[in-house]
């Protein structure tokens, strides 16, 4: 399985981005959880938020939650992350994460497959 982030960028405050993360292959069992994970400099990795394998049950980060939309596209095997009202502390590297479950998970060591992250930075 291959995971890749994208369309990270810079941005203002108040503006916002939507990330995409493609998946090639697919974990032993078909069915995947997935989630989205960001590294600001100096600090560790945190959870943003997670989807189920149907789409239909998401989990967010306190700190994003109103701002932030995950959603996935099975039949094109993508997943997305809308960002708006965007604030400096969003700044970070963002990364995508699968797991072999269908359910949502917020600990990063639920997730097998990384994508190689892409950087989001909002200027003030």
């Known amino acids: 399985v291959q995971l890749q982030a994208y369309r990270g960028g810079l941005v203002q405050t108040g503006g916002f981005l939507r990330l995409s993360c493609s998946v090639s292959g697919r974990p032993a069992g078909g069915g995947y959880g997935m989630a989205w994970f960001r590294q600001a400099a100096g600090k560790e990795r945190e959870f943003v938020a997670t989807?189920?394998?149907?789409?239909?049950?998401?989990y967010y980060n306190s700190s994003v939650k109103g701002r932030f939309f995950i959603s996935r596209d099975n039949a094109r095997n993508t997943m997305y992350l809308q960002m708006n009202i965007l604030k400096p502390e969003d700044t970070a590297i963002y990364y995508c994460a699968a797991r072999e479950a269908s359910g949502v998970a917020s600990s990063s060591d639920r997730y097998a497959y990384w994508g190689q992250g892409t950087l989001v930075t909002v200027s003030s």
């Open positions: 989807i189920d394998v149907s789409g239909k049950y998401q």
